[in-house]
Nanobody, 115 residues
């Protein structure tokens, strides 16, 4: 059974920081591209950051320079370090694991940034 379990969300003031974690089980973690997505109320789910099995990263323009995605293959974990948070970053953040054939999702963790 594949499981992606996010943690680290919460309430933070603007300009604050949070670190999200996603622990993955049931798949060969190192073979998968990992991503963090977010969905704000009334909006579509969007890609925030991704990291390939080889460690290449990409970011949404809105978070470049503020967020950093990383992975620890020994711990089957992907992280999202979020700095200089803005109220516009408020959303449910989802972890995603993707191979050529399948995609898996976590249940999400709420991030709320107060002004």
């Amino acid at each position: 059974q594949v499981q992606l379990v996010e943690s680290g969300g919460g309430l933070v003031q603007a300009e604050g920081s949070l670190r999200l974690s996603c622990v993955v089980s049931g798949i060969i973690f190192s073979f998968h591209t990992m991503g963090w997505y977010r969905q704000a109320p009334g909006k579509r789910r969007e890609l925030v950051a991704g990291i390939t099995s080889g460690g290449s990263t990409n970011y949404a323009d809105s978070v470049k320079g503020r967020f950093t995605i990383s992975r620890d293959n020994a711990k089957n974990t992907v992280y999202l370090q979020m700095n200089s948070l803005e109220p516009e970053d408020t959303a449910v953040y989802y972890c995603n694991a993707r191979s050529n054939q399948y995609a898996y999702w976590g249940r999400g963790t709420q991030v709320t940034v107060s002004s």
